[in-house]
Each structure stands twice: as structure tokens, then as C-alpha cells.
């Protein structure tokens, strides 16, 4: 099968030869017949799969007839992060260059009016983030009444992160009739029943069982105790061949702890968050992508559908709680027949969420090899981990002293008292490290 193949115009094929593609991916030879046809779709793809070609192709060759008006965008693309949106925008571009069309990209954390600008001007295809696109429908800075295509893109992860309503909400501002297309990695009960509200008569195009790990990509599992994580994750940086890396954290709040503890250690490293402003987001992320940091310490929302070519390396620094994150992390490495290696670091702690994840991909993470963690001769910093500083050990030892029962106070005091050599510090003999030569003589 050729683009050629799919209906597509000249300038588009053009547009797909420049970008250096030549044979459709299978989300791509299954729908872009059908959105060309005006059909709704149901796609059931991840990304990395090329579903978004499959939907911004043929909507170029859809919208390049007809005109747009001022605040009333033709179509409108969902996604759930600004980061999913910004390289939808992109790829508009570069599909694009050969045709006239506009588009406004209206994400979070950017100011207000540079939008309003665009959508004065008039855009043939709205890329948004829900919540943002809802505070200018509600300030009557777009009117959504004239939409001819709705692409709702990354479904599951809209309802992971509590978009729905605002979708739901959104979609009653629309037109009834339109071209509707739906994209999710994974189809729960929930998001069929979605589906099946926004769309009507629907083709239902599915690649890859959802969730399966990719083959290119090489995975590794190690056990660590809880405080050791953070020197056996850079252990396994130095002894892997990392080119670039995304380091995922569970928690927010862990990522920066993270990530100021690889700077402190001297790697080239950036943090990448939900809480994260808008300007500081785009600013890290062209820093990886240019390679002026090597590792990307990030939760799930940041680096969801990331692409990122040639990552080499993806570190799970905490195991992921839910099954299909695991997926989503481990898909940013072996992306496009590329090889990718994915190691995950677990404490003992984790065993039902690797039960869950080996249930999901059907195997166990494989053991690392070849990898053996040096003994630990330095602990990190606990204080490292909690954030907060630790209390001067004079006065830990002052305090465990008024702690200690009598009797233990009697043996104290009964004790022959000694200089440390090294503090000055008055120790009941037998509590210091080093005896005095002294008091070894005869
Ligand atoms: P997506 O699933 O849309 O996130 O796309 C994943 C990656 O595949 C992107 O880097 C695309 O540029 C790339 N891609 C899209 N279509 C093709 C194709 N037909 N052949 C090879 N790579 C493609």
C-alpha cells in the first residue's frame, strides 16, 4: 500500500514525500479512506502508531475547500496536554506547506491575547486543550457553531485526568452535524459509552492489541531498597550507553527532588511537570530536544505522547501505578523500528503493580542483565528525599540522651569518659569509634 493509494491530492503526497514517508502506517491505510469519505471514526491506536497523519491528512485535503471566518474555526482537535497539542499544531505544519490553511493553537499558560489575535483573524483548524478552549467559548472569543470536524484524540487520558465534562460541555456547543473522530489507546466500558454519545455510524479502526509493548524495545527490571534508588538509577546511567533518557517519577514533587539530585551529581538534566508554567515547559523541552540535557526527569502527564526521536533510554524511577502508564513510558524509546532499552527500578513495595503490568503485557518484566549494583558504600541523603533539612547531630544526640532510661543513664555516667580525637566531643568509653593510644598502653 502507497499514500498514493488513499485518496490523497498531489500537494499532499508532496507534503508526505518531504517529510521522508513513504508507505502509510496501518492506522493510516485504514482511516484516512474513511475520514475522506466524511465517515466518523472510532481509532483504537497509541500514539507512536502514526494516528495523527491519519487524522491531519485528510483533514488538509478536506478544509483546502472553503473558507473560514473570523472567530469561527472549521474544525476542532482535542487533546488533553499542551504538549500533545503543540505537536499536532506541528504537524499541521509540515503537512501543510502546501496549502493555505490557518490554525490557532489555544493551550493553557500562554497569554490570552496572541489567541484572541489568531482567532480574529479567522482559523481553518483549532487545535485546544479542553479548559482553555471553554474560557474563551464562555468570554465569546470563539463561536464553535460553524465546526465541520471534531477530533477528540487521546480519550482515555481525557478521562484519566478529569477532562470529560469540559469535552462533554464543548461538544454541546457544536453543530449536530458534523464529522466526528475519535482516538483512544485503550476502549474501557467508559470511554465505548463516549464514544458512542459523540459519534454516529461510526467505522471502527483498531491497530496493535492496545497496550502491547513494542518489540524494539529491550526491558530490564531491578530491585533496590527505597533509599538506594536514587544511586542505583545513577549507577545504571553510567553503565548504560544513554544517549538521552526520560527518567519517570510518580509523583510530581518527586521529579524536582530527582532532578536536583542528578544536577548535584553533575548530569546535564531537566525537569519536566504538570505545575510546570507554559514558557519553562517548551523551554525544557527544546533543551532535551537539542540535546543540551541529556536526561528528562518527568511525570506521566508532561511526557505522555511525547516524540522524541531516537530516545535511547526510558528509566522508570518509580514503578508506575497503573498498568497502562508503564506502556505509554516505555513507548517513548524503540519508536519508528528504532531500538530502545527500558529499565525499571522496583522496591519491594511494588509487587502488585508488576503483577498488573506482566498481566497487561503479558509477561513479566525480564530481570536486568548483566548489571550489578556496587555495594552500598555511601547512603544518599535522606534529607535529599523528604526535602527538608536534617537537625545538627549534636543536638540528635542530646536529645536521644534525655531520652534514655535510668538505669541506661547510670551505666552512662559509670562509664570511663574519653576524649574523640577527631570531634573533641566528651564520649563515654565504648561509644567512640577510635580509642586514644593512650589509654591503650599498658
Ligand atoms: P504518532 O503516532 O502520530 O505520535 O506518530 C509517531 C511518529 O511516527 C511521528 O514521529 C511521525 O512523524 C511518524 N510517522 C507518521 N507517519 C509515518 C509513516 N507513514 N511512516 C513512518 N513514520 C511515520
Redesign the pocket.
Known amino acids: 500500500m502507497k499514500f498514493s493509494d488513499l485518496g490523497l491530492g498531489e500537494d499532499l503526497l508532496r507534503a508526505v514525500t518531504d517529510a521522508g514517508?513513504d508507505?502509510?502506517?496501518p492506522i493510516?491505510a485504514q482511516a484516512i479512506p474513511y475520514v475522506l469519505m466524511n465517515r466518523d471514526l472510532l481509532g483504537c491506536a497509541q500514539?507512536?502508531?502514526?494516528?495523527?497523519?491519519s487524522f491531519t491528512l485528510p483533514m488538509i485535503e478536506i478544509l483546502a475547500h472553503g473558507r473560514t471566518r473570523a472567530r469561527m474555526p472549521r474544525s476542532l482537535i482535542l487533546e488533553p496536554t499542551r504538549e500533545l497539542a503543540a505537536q499536532v499544531s506541528d504537524q499541521f505544519e509540515t503537512y501543510g506547506k502546501y496549502h493555505k490553511l490557518t490554525k490557532a493553537l489555544l493551550i493553557g499558560g500562554v497569554s490570552f491575547e496572541e489567541q484572541n489575535k489568531a482567532l480574529d483573524r479567522g482559523v481553518d483548524v483549532l487545535i485546544a486543550t479542553p479548559g482553555r478552549l471553554l474560557d474563551h467559548a464562555e468570554r465569546g472569543k470563539v463561536l464553535l457553531r460553524d465546526v465541520k470536524i471534531l477530533v477528540i484524540d487521546e480519550a482515555d487520558r481525557m478521562l484519566d485526568m478529569g477532562f470529560m465534562p469540559d469535552v462533554e460541555k464543548i461538544v454541546g456547543l457544536l453543530p449536530q452535524i458534523r464529522q466526528t473522530l475519535f482516538f483512544s489507546a485503550t476502549m474501557p466500558p467508559e470511554i465505548r459509552r463516549l464514544s458512542e454519545k459523540f459519534l454516529s455510524n461510526a467505522k471502527e479502526v483498531s491497530v496493535d492489541p492496545p497496550a502491547t509493548a513494542a518489540e524494539t524495545i529491550s526491558q530490564g527490571l531491578i530491585k533496590a531498597a527505597p533509599r538506594d534508588k536514587r544511586r542505583v538509577l545513577r549507577e545504571l546511567i553510567k553503565a548504560e550507553n544513554v544517549q538521552n533518557a526520560l527518567i519517570f517519577c510518580n509523583r510530581k514533587r518527586d521529579v524536582g527532588i530527582l532532578h536536583r539530585s542528578l544536577e548535584r551529581h553533575g548530569m546535564q538534566a531537566g525537569a519536566l511537570h504538570g505545575d510546570m508554567d507554559q514558557y519553562s515547559r517548551t523551554e525544557t523541552l527544546e533543551k532535551f530536544k537539542a540535546g543540551e540535557y541529556t536526561i528528562l526527569v518527568c511525570s506521566d502527564v508532561a511526557a505522555r505522547?511525547l516524540?522524541i526521536?531516537s530516545m535511547s533510554h526510558v528509566f522508570n524511577f518509580d514503578v508506575p501505578t497503573h498498568a497502562d502508564d508503564y506502556v505509554h513510558r516505555i513507548g517513548r524509546t524503540g519508536?519508528?523500528g528504532k531500538q530502545g532499552r527500558a529499565i525499571t527500578i522496583a522496591t519491594s513495595e511494588d509487587s502488585r503493580y508488576l503483577d498488573s503490568i506482566a498481566k497487561l503485557i503479558g509477561y513479566p518484566i525480564p530481570p536486568l542483565e548483566g548489571f550489578e549494583s556496587a555495594p552500598d558504600e555511601k547512603q544518599d541523603d535522606p534529607a535529599e528525599e523528604t526535602g527538608k533539612t536534617e537537625k545538627p547531630r549534636r543536638n540528635r544526640r542530646s536529645r536521644t540522651a534525655k531520652k534514655s532510661s535510668a538505669p541506661a543513664r547510670k551505666r552512662q555516667e559509670r562509664a570511663p569518659v574519653v576524649e574523640d580525637a577527631d570531634t573533641n566531643v566528651a564520649l563515654p568509653f565504648g561509644q567512640q569509634e577510635h580509642v586514644p593510644a593512650f589509654l591503650l598502653r599498658k
Open positions: 514517508y508507505t502509510p502506517t493510516q500514539t507512536g502508531t502514526g494516528k495523527t497523519a505522547g516524540d526521536a519508536r519508528a
